[in-house]
């Protein structure tokens, strides 16, 4: 029931529906890239991604809709753009460069820090 909400949701949009053996219940009622980790399905997903990537219209604006993803943006780009009309000699404007290396690490999940760790567990049921 939650697949076909799912897909109704993105029903107008772009995407690649990757079926697996846990969808053999309705695997040819819906439309799709059969998936076992063999080595030439997983080129043909590859290829598929690749496609509509390449088919995409990079000129539309990226939506961020998670507010500590948008803050975390917002202060890659101070940190950049501080960088780059620092005065300062390479070894200490590169602190600037680091700094923005690190909020990208956080919104992809190589960096936590104290305050990600306190947003989770604020925001979100974990369980124990």
Same mark, same amino acid.
Request: charged share 35%; net charge negative; hydrophobic share 40%.
């Given at each position: 029931?939650?697949?076909?909400? =799912?897909?109704?949701?993105?029903? $107008? !949009? ?6 697996? &053996?846990?969808?053999?219940?309705? +695997? ?34 990226? =939506?961020?809709?998670?507010?500590? $993803? !948008? ?6 780009? &101070?940190?950049?753009?501080?960088? +780059? ?34 947003? =989770? ?8």
């Amino acid at each position: 029931e939650e697949d076909r909400k =799912i897909m109704e949701i993105v029903k $107008h !949009k772009k995407y690649i529906l990757i079926k697996n &053996k846990r969808d053999l219940a309705y +695997l040819d009622q819906i439309d799709g890239l059969n998936f076992s980790a063999t080595e030439d399905e997983i080129e043909i997903i590859e290829n598929r991604i690749e496609k509509l990537a390449l088919d995409c219209d990079v000129s539309q604006e990226a =939506i961020v809709d998670n507010l500590r $993803h !948008k803050n975390l943006f917002v202060k890659t780009k &101070k940190s950049l753009e501080e960088f +780059l009309q620092s005065d300062a000699p390479l070894d200490i404007a590169s602190i600037h460069l680091s700094q923005a290396i690190n909020s990208l690490g956080e919104i992809i999940g190589e960096v936590t820090t104290e305050d990600l760790l306190d947003n =989770i567990f604020q925001n979100f049921c974990v369980g124990k």
